[in-house]
């Protein structure tokens, strides 16, 4: 689950994009993207308060890159994105730690290393099952461009 950041790049590339940047400014990522805001009602689901307006990556699989894993989505407002991507000095944060700070923010668990939280299982499997609408929302979308 965990990746680097070179590695989504080379995922990037693979999908028909230069650089990341460019496939945020596509077509397929402002679907991806539209959807997910929809579902989780334009609220923030880290702190809950403010509005979404960005949409955070938990990891960088293709499927999830090309909108096929939308349990793996989220909405953030812009001061949570911004406290899970980068640390106080405004630094990127390295990819398995902004993994880890996201998943304790938005189960409000703390995470030990190296043992398992089954709350994090059942997350994972609840937001598959009820994205399935989404992801198919998502796939006739896409189909259209």
């Given at each position: 689950?965990?990746?680097?950041?070179?590695?989504?790049?080379?995922?990037?590339?693979?999908?028909?994009?230069?650089?990341?940047?460019?496939y945020l400014k596509s077509d397929r990522w402002k679907i991806i993207r539209s959807h997910i805001?929809?579902?989780?009602?334009?609220?923030?689901?880290i702190c809950s308060t403010r509005k979404a307006t960005e949409v955070h990556h938990f990891?960088?699989?293709?499927?999830i890159l090309k909108g096929e894993r939308p349990e793996l989505l989220v909405s953030t407002?812009?001061?949570?994105?911004?406290a899970i991507e980068f640390d106080s000095e405004g630094e990127k944060r390295c990819l398995k730690d902004v993994q880890k700070d996201?998943?304790?923010k938005v189960l409000r668990t703390k995470l030990q290393k190296g043992v398992s939280n089954p709350k994090i299982g059942r997350w994972f499997r609840n937001h598959r099952q009820t994205n399935k609408p989404v992801l198919e929302s998502i796939a006739e979308s896409i189909k259209q461009l």
């Amino acid at each position: 689950m965990f990746m680097s950041y070179g590695k989504r790049d080379e995922i990037v590339e693979a999908m028909g994009f230069r650089k990341y940047s460019d496939y945020l400014k596509s077509d397929r990522w402002k679907i991806i993207r539209s959807h997910i805001l929809f579902r989780d009602a334009y609220i923030c689901r880290i702190c809950s308060t403010r509005k979404a307006t960005e949409v955070h990556h938990f990891t960088y699989s293709e499927s999830i890159l090309k909108g096929e894993r939308p349990e793996l989505l989220v909405s953030t407002c812009r001061d949570c994105h911004q406290a899970i991507e980068f640390d106080s000095e405004g630094e990127k944060r390295c990819l398995k730690d902004v993994q880890k700070d996201f998943l304790e923010k938005v189960l409000r668990t703390k995470l030990q290393k190296g043992v398992s939280n089954p709350k994090i299982g059942r997350w994972f499997r609840n937001h598959r099952q009820t994205n399935k609408p989404v992801l198919e929302s998502i796939a006739e979308s896409i189909k259209q461009l």
